[in-house]
């Protein structure tokens, strides 16, 4: 399993590479990690977003960073780390319950689904945060929570699952509330309410510590949280849910435009999508059935049925999906469908588990597993074309090394040019985060360390630089509004996309007070 996980995690950091370049939310996720990991465990001085990530994926940057610095190369290595966590624990789930002769089947289905991603599914699963760690607490709190007794590994599934859900409200829906509806599940299958007490007692649990450690944490002097983002209106609701199918179609590579899948071999994520629908599907006709079932019908259902780890993951799956519904705004922009990949890989469980399951006499068959490797390999082919294709452009590295052959060390940027570059000049140029307000630059605590926009950073002697995009502006970041907080430059550069503007160190004094994004 360990030399199965490591070529894995190898394989998706290949993959990553080619899918997305990187960040600033990437990027500040990792330099919060490393600030956490040398002292300043509670983030003092930091204002994190809804989703802090702070229990879930920033200490995981965070321990990666000790070993190897800040760098580009932790923007990748640590979530195809997670997401090969991820696609493990899949696995495990999917062959729990399946029959011994049939379980290669099980395995190889989910493996396929979610551990050979389509572009679309690659670029969300294999970045972080994107809530893909909070997936991985939650399968490893539904390994380890027995729902007949308590001990220590039920302790360690409430501890996993308190810190999703204290580091990301999502774990709620994909985690928490599951557990606590399958116990209900159980009692009705069971004809008992006292039956299955475990698990109720550990989302409640799980979600009251979470809640008493967000209370706690700002009057320890740990970090603040931004203002809460809107929730989509009920009245797109349903719009939303009439998007769920083609989203998911778009994460599997068989609708929309989805680079190096090849036409003729489509039909195999087409087979990849059934499966999951047809898997989510049983699963949630035999959890329905249990639900309503007289006490007489609603025995404990053999493996065969669904069971525990069932109605776990189809209330997952579930979940993920009503958490899209519910935060997706109108006319959201593509990075929207990151809320479906939880449900990719609780369905891709359930998918697995339901070919485990098909009544083929001949499963077992070498000629069976002859075709099914076939398929896997013509799956495998798309995340291969990726993993084996030239890497994108790497503008913020360019830029990076521009301003360390100018010697530029200290500057200011709209938010997705400052930490990621920060970033990819291996921490060597910082450049913190500001946002024009009535033509004036601000330092912009969002996701940032008001550390970062102390007096004495950066050193008077030192020149100060602004870098921004004009092709994409960001927050009034611009040739005027620098004009209007450090005066006229010195020095103009074009280096790439980016407009570099150069002062001298002592107008940074110029810069406005914190504040954060508009509401």
Not at 7 to 12: A, I, Q
Not at 133 to 155: E, K, Q, S
Not at 399 to 409: E, F, I, Q, V, Y
Not at 490 to 512: C, D, N, T
Request: with cysteine; net charge positive; aromatic share 8%.
């Amino acid at each position: 399993m360990g030399a199965c996980g490591a070529g894995l995690v190898v394989f998706l950091n290949a993959v990553s590479w080619r899918a997305f370049g990187g960040n600033s939310d990437d990027a500040n996720a990792l330099l919060a990690g490393h600030a956490l990991v040398h002292g300043n465990v509670l983030l003092h001085g930091w204002q994190l977003p809804t989703d802090s990530y702070w229990s879930v994926d920033l200490p995981l940057y965070g321990i990666a960073s000790l070993v190897t610095g800040v760098g580009q190369s932790l923007l990748h290595i640590v979530p195809s780390a997670i997401a090969a966590a991820v696609v493990l624990a899949a696995v495990v789930l999917a062959v729990r319950d399946a029959p011994p002769a049939r379980r290669w089947a099980a395995g190889a289905t989910t493996l396929a689904i979610v551990g050979l991603p389509a572009p679309l599914l690659a670029s969300f699963f294999l970045q972080g945060p994107m809530h893909i760690a909070t997936t991985l607490y939650c399968l490893l709190a539904f390994l380890l929570i027995d729902p007949a007794r308590f001990g220590w590994r039920w302790w360690a599934g409430v501890g996993l699952l308190g810190a999703a859900v204290a580091g990301d409200p999502v774990a709620v829906a994909i985690g928490a509330a599951p557990l606590a509806a399958a116990r209900l599940v159980a009692g009705r299958r069971n004809g008992s309410w006292r039956a299955s007490v475990s698990p109720l007692a550990a989302a409640a649990t799980s979600v009251a510590a979470a809640g008493a450690l967000r209370w706690v944490l700002p009057r320890l002097g740990g970090y603040t949280s931004a203002p809460a983002l809107p929730l989509s209106p009920a009245g797109n609701w349903g719009a939303n849910l009439r998007a769920v199918p083609e989203r998911l179609g778009a994460l599997l590579g068989v609708t929309g435009p989805s680079p190096h899948v090849w036409a003729t071999g489509r039909w195999v994520h087409d087979l990849g999508l059934v499966a999951l629908a047809v898997g989510v599907a049983v699963a949630s006709f035999a959890l329905l059935r249990a639900a309503v079932a007289s006490r007489s019908s609603a025995l404990r259902p053999g493996p065969e049925q669904g069971g525990w780890n069932g109605d776990l993951l189809t209330l997952a799956t579930w979940g993920s999906l009503g958490a899209f519904v519910a935060i997706t705004l109108p006319h959201a922009d593509v990075n929207s469908v990151r809320y479906l990949v939880p449900a990719v890989v609780f369905g891709s469980v359930l998918a697995g588990r339901s070919v485990a399951r098909l009544r083929v006499s001949s499963m077992s068959s070498v000629g069976v597993k002859l075709a099914a490797l076939a398929l896997l390999a013509a799956y495998a082919a798309t995340p291969w074309a990726v993993a084996t294709g030239p890497r994108p452009p790497a503008p913020p590295q360019a830029l990076a090394r521009w301003l360390a052959g100018n010697h530029l060390r200290h500057g200011f940027g709209p938010y997705w040019d400052a930490s990621v570059v920060t970033v990819s000049s291996q921490d060597g140029a910082q450049v913190r985060p500001v946002i024009a307000e009535a033509g004036r630059l601000h330092a912009l605590a969002y996701f940032a360390s008001a550390d970062w926009f102390k007096p004495s950073a950066p050193p008077p002697a030192d020149k100060v630089f602004l870098v921004y995009e004009p092709a994409q502006p960001w927050g009034g970041v611009d040739d005027a509004s620098a004009a209007g907080t450090f005066g006229p430059p010195e020095r103009v550069a074009a280096v790439g996309p980016y407009r570099v503007l150069v002062w001298p160190g002592e107008v940074a004094s110029g810069l406005g007070p914190l504040t954060t994004l508009p509401s």
